[in-house]
């Protein structure tokens, strides 16, 4: 599916990705951890591995079962990524790390009270180098402050739904009982993950198309930029100006049972987007999902860029859970080498 932009059409073409060091993330935590503790954390830069892999290689090193090694968020396999994992070890003496396989490195360890757990990251550094760039490239900077200033919609990226966009028909098919059930938790917590935003993306896609992705309408559900909390737009007179002031973001669905819902137009909106989708939304209830909101406006809080030639070299931060990709579309089109 071709999202619309906010922002209106690609500028330029070029390459993301012609090798790992293209695209760097670095975790940003809250705190810092240390002090002592059972749990030893682990700083590490992988290039060209998985999450998963990597957590179940230490897993399989420190002979810990998979459930003893935490760690706060996915990132992506065609990078060089930096992001921390903790390891359960009650009374154990730190693992020997000198010897590890190639793609890793220990940049820093170190002992904590407790578990690291997912989503306990606050942000995520990008440093993103866009090759061989054709096309409008002296609208550039115009475009980026545009974003810097207004934010883009704040879709989620091809990343969430796995190699060719797979799991999101596979998931469906699942669910309708057409197909197979996943044989892995963690394949199944995929799938519905990838239904979910795959539906989410919908009704932004929708609200950017008519010009509301970033402008009131009656009855949205509303969050506190950087918070989780959640209100109803009619249960505070001052809405639309804290919106526009960036204190509050607008929302959209994130599936499933409960939860605070939209009400009036903003229902109404919601229900007539998602209304071909109700048995796979059912399907999900059914599952005991919970019912979130997320924002639909992205607003990154640091954007900075220099522009050389045909390179263009973009560091920005962005909020757990955000795409960089996302950010990338509102500028240009992109091909990639890895």
């Given at each position: 599916?071709?999202?619309?932009?906010?922002?209106?059409?690609?500028?330029?073409?070029?390459?993301?990705?012609?090798?790992?060091?293209?695209?760097?993330?670095?975790?940003?935590?809250?705190?810092?951890?240390?002090?002592?503790?059972?749990?030893?954390?682990?700083?590490?830069?992988?290039?060209?591995?998985?999450?998963?892999?990597?957590?179940?290689?230490?897993?399989?090193?420190?002979?810990?079962?998979?459930?003893?090694?935490?760690?706060?968020?996915?990132?992506?396999?065609?990078?060089?990524?930096?992001?921390?994992?903790?390891?359960?070890?009650?009374?154990?003496?730190?693992?020997?790390?000198?010897?590890?396989?190639?793609?890793?490195?220990?940049?820093?360890?170190?002992?904590?009270?407790?578990?690291?757990?997912?989503?306990?990251?606050?942000?995520?550094?990008?440093?993103?180098?866009?090759?061989?760039?054709?096309?409008?490239?002296?609208?550039?900077?115009?475009?980026?402050?545009?974003?810097?200033?207004?934010?883009?919609?704040?879709y989620?990226?091809?990343?969430?739904?796995?190699?060719?966009?797979?799991?999101?028909?596979?998931?469906?098919a699942?669910?309708?009982?057409?197909?197979?059930?996943p044989?892995?938790?963690?394949?199944r917590?995929l799938?519905?993950?990838?239904?979910?935003?795959?539906?989410?993306?919908?009704v932004?896609?929708?609200?950017?198309?008519?010009?509301?992705?970033?402008?009131?309408?009656?009855?949205?559900?509303?969050?506190?930029?950087?918070?989780?909390?959640?209100?109803?737009?009619t249960?505070?007179?001052?809405?639309?100006?804290?919106?526009?002031?960036?204190e509050?973001?607008?929302?959209?669905?994130?599936?499933?049972?409960?939860?605070?819902?939209?009400?009036a137009?903003?229902?109404?909106?919601?229900?007539?987007?998602?209304?071909?989708?109700?048995?796979?939304?059912?399907?999900?209830?059914?599952?005991?999902?919970?019912?979130?909101?997320?924002?639909?406006?992205?607003?990154?809080?640091?954007?900075?860029?220099?522009?050389?030639?045909?390179l263009?070299?973009?560091?920005?931060?962005?909020?757990?859970?955000?795409?960089?990709?996302?950010?990338?579309?509102?500028?240009?089109?992109?091909?990639?080498?890895?």
């Amino acid at each position: 599916m071709s999202l619309p932009r906010a922002h209106g059409a690609p500028l330029v073409e070029g390459w993301m990705r012609t090798e790992p060091e293209d695209f760097v993330v670095r975790e940003q935590l809250s705190f810092v951890p240390g002090e002592g503790g059972e749990h030893l954390w682990l700083r590490i830069q992988k290039r060209l591995w998985n999450t998963m892999d990597v957590a179940q290689w230490l897993a399989k090193h420190a002979k810990l079962p998979l459930r003893a090694v935490g760690f706060s968020g996915l990132k992506d396999r065609r990078a060089v990524t930096e992001q921390w994992f903790s390891l359960h070890l009650p009374g154990k003496a730190d693992p020997d790390f000198s010897q590890l396989p190639e793609g890793l490195v220990v940049l820093e360890q170190v002992r904590h009270g407790r578990k690291l757990n997912r989503g306990t990251h606050i942000a995520n550094e990008f440093v993103l180098r866009l090759r061989q760039l054709t096309g409008e490239l002296e609208a550039v900077p115009e475009r980026l402050a545009a974003i810097a200033s207004q934010g883009v919609p704040n879709y989620f990226g091809e990343q969430r739904f796995g190699r060719g966009g797979q799991n999101f028909p596979r998931a469906q098919a699942w669910l309708l009982g057409e197909g197979e059930a996943p044989r892995k938790v963690a394949t199944r917590s995929l799938w519905l993950s990838a239904v979910r935003s795959e539906l989410f993306n919908q009704v932004l896609a929708a609200r950017v198309q008519d010009g509301s992705w970033n402008q009131l309408i009656t009855g949205d559900v509303l969050q506190p930029e950087g918070s989780r909390g959640l209100f109803l737009s009619t249960d505070d007179e001052r809405s639309a100006e804290r919106l526009h002031n960036k204190e509050v973001n607008l929302t959209g669905p994130l599936v499933g049972t409960g939860g605070l819902a939209p009400v009036a137009a903003s229902a109404e909106f919601e229900a007539q987007i998602l209304a071909p989708h109700q048995p796979l939304i059912q399907a999900l209830c059914e599952l005991k999902m919970e019912a979130q909101r997320r924002s639909l406006r992205l607003l990154v809080s640091r954007l900075e860029w220099q522009l050389e030639d045909d390179l263009l070299t973009i560091v920005m931060q962005l909020p757990k859970g955000a795409f960089a990709t996302t950010v990338l579309a509102e500028l240009g089109n992109w091909q990639t080498a890895i």
